[in-house]
């Protein structure tokens, strides 16, 4: 499997499968925050977003905000306004962050999945951590410049992809 490889392509994490991921022996989910969770040019998850959390969390699915986002605060009112853990300054594509997440819930790498919109970020730091990753198309189209950038290279990567739900 490459880097830049994800495991899964889903239209949005509200689409994602956690039959399948249960079915897989996924036991913590790591989430993306902006464009994954919370689009970009919002400040509240969409009720889609709660919902599937809820769904997740009856499964029995930890789960955990691992978010590049330099505000601490908007990490922290998303992660507990959706009651999950958060690790934020994540510096993905590090995998450090992740792997300091899934120490605090005792998962190993086979058990945990990371979902995200970026393929340079979230797929990248995924795979150097050794989980699966599932790839999500971004909420919105804000991005922060430097995003932008990012995404044409994306979609050479991406060339070929077919995502589930679209
Ligand atoms: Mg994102």
Redo the contacts with the bound molecule.
Sequence with gaps: MGLLRAWRYVSALPLVDVDELVREGVELVLL?????CVPRDAREAPAEVTAWLARARAAGLSLCLVSNNFHTSHVSRTAAELGVDFVDHAMKPLPFALRRAMRRFGAPAEKTVMI???VF??VAAGSLAGVRTVLVR?QSRTDLWYTHVFRVFERLALRGVTFDGE
């Design positions: 993306d925050r902006d464009n994954t995200g919109d970026q970020t979230d971004p």
